[in-house]
């Protein structure tokens, strides 16, 4: 059996740590006796000061707000974009008065978990992607025939949570990562964003966007020169909240970030950023109260990390380089050894405008690629790999909206029929060969396929 290959794995390989950088952040931080009492007492609501104050400024720099830099308010710190949508959830929905959770399809899949432990089995519902990320047309029918047939059943129950101390409760959540996207490295241009906005706006929908994978972005095209300027990404819905927030002082959007694809996932540190009416909400939920904010010591570690620019450097000089290197090297196997055989890359349509001296980026972690229609469904390929060619892949079905029959069923014909790949684990000569084992079972598949 030939080495195992794991192109499922979203998870950053170790060599890339920024080991040093840690260690000496960290030294820094636990030789500062005021800093060191900071990091091991019960830390502030909202997260480590210091921190909030270098997450705005860096955040500020990277995306150029229309709105101007991004004030310490709008930011609280969170244990990873994991445990904070569990948070949101604790403190804006409530299983009664939130009545749906949409989620793009195909969708993070470990995210259907969080819904289920806040009460919400049964009420996720998937809304398709389509070229530009996700089809808000279907989403805005979905919306209205769902309001009506409430209004006919007039059938909505007490809230489960105690009326008074949940000042802010959402009739619905709208769960996406809008650049490069877990599975489907789509990203959904501005004037896409702006419609899930304003649909937020009437609709009473609370938007919350892992915006995780951003700042891994290189060019698209593999001979562009190595300091090619990159055409800027759409605007953080947060972005475009803040930029037309208007009576309403929590806005519909609730950016969720992490360091666990920039540092690694251990260390358990992210941070929000919302308005600030709904970020000093979120601090007070009953965790946080009692346990003070998530990651606090950790918190210690990386702010010097960002402060001196360490994390920035690194991410430049040691991931940029790295994922971009071994993105070209896993779309160059899928050109030669799969789209011969009718595979397709399948992430979407350009979604910036490359201006005069500007390339087109590409990002993030993963790819998504379709199995021609004549193979068996994704999961039995998925099966096959593991077992004859020690490969494996993350297939299509798992990212199903949980509990959503429709989901399912549009499965079928769409992102049900692909895989997606990552680049983040192996390197480049173990990228090449699982792409060409994955390419040696679709012959056999396709010629027994033939043959029957
Ligand atoms: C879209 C998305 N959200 C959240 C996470 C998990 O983030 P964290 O490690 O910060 O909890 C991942 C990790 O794969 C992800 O892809």
């Known amino acids: 059996m030939p080495t195992p290959i794991n192109l499922q794995l979203g998870w950053p390989s ?156 959402f009739k619905h959540i709208l769960y996406l990562t809008p650049t490069f996207s877990n599975p489907s490295a789509k990203t959904m241009p501005t004037s896409v964003r702006e419609e899930v906005l304003a649909l937020a706006r009437e609709f009473d929908i609370l938007v919350v966007s892992d915006d995780v994978y951003e700042w891994l972005r290189w060019p698209a095209d593999k001979s562009a020169p190595v300091d090619s300027k990159l ?12 930029a037309t927030l208007g009576e309403d002082p929590w806005g519909n959007s609730i950016s969720n970030g992490s360091f666990s694809k920039i540092i690694g996932p251990g260390v358990r540190v992210g941070w929000t950023e919302a308005s600030t009416k709904m970020i000093s909400r979120l601090s007070l939920n009953g965790a946080t109260q009692s346990g003070g904010a998530p990651s606090q010591l950790t918190s210690t570690f990386i702010d010097p990390l960002l402060r001196t620019g360490a994390l920035q450097k690194h991410i430049e000089e040691i991931l940029i380089p790295t994922y971009r290197s071994r993105f070209h090297v896993l779309m160059s196997a899928i050109q030669n050894h799969l789209e011969p055989l009718g595979v397709k890359v399948t992430t979407g349509a350009p979604y910036t405008v490359a201006g005069k001296d500007e390339v087109l980026p590409a990002g993030g972690f993963f790819t998504y690629i379709s199995f021609p229609e004549s193979l068996p469904s994704a999961d039995v390929i998925a099966k096959k790999a ?55 079972l679709v012959k056999a598949m396709l010629t027994e396929a033939t043959n029957s």
């Not at 993070?108 to 009420?123: Q, W």
């Not at 049900?416 to 173990?430: D, F, I, N, Q, T």
Request: contains cysteine; glycine residues 8%; proline residues 8%.
């Open 386 to 440: 593991m077992e004859d060619y020690a490969l494996k892949i993350a297939y299509g079905e798992m990212f199903v909206i949980r509990g959503d029959k429709s989901s399912l069923e549009r499965s079928k014909s769409t992102f049900g029929r692909g895989a997606r790949l990552c680049w983040a684990w192996h390197e480049e000569e173990e990228i090449e060969d699982g792409v060409r084992r994955l390419g040696e």
């Open 231 to 242: 055409a800027p990404i759409p605007p953080r819905l947060v972005d475009l909240d803040r």
């Open 14 to 169: 170790p060599r890339l740590f920024p080991r040093e950088e840690l260690a000496l952040s960290t030294a820094s931080s636990l030789s500062n006796l005021e800093t060191v009492k900071q990091g091991l007492l019960y830390g502030p609501s909202l997260g480590h000061a210091p921190l909030r104050k270098s997450i705005a400024s860096w955040l500020s720099s990277f995306y150029l707000p229309k709105s101007g830099p991004i004030p310490i308010e709008r930011i609280s710190i969170s244990g990873g974009a994991s445990q904070n949508l569990a948070n949101i959830l604790d403190v804006f929905s409530d299983p009664h008065i939130t009545q749906r959770i949409w989620m793009v399809e195909p969708t993070y899949f470990l995210a259907c978990t969080i819904f289920e432990d806040a009460g919400f089995s049964g009420k996720m519902r998937g809304v398709p992607e389509n070229e530009n990320g996700i089809d808000v047309k279907f989403l805005r029918e979905e919306l209205k025939a769902f309001t009506r047939q409430q209004e006919m059943h007039n059938g909505v129950l007490p809230p489960v949570k105690p009326p008074g101390s949940y000042d802010k409760i």
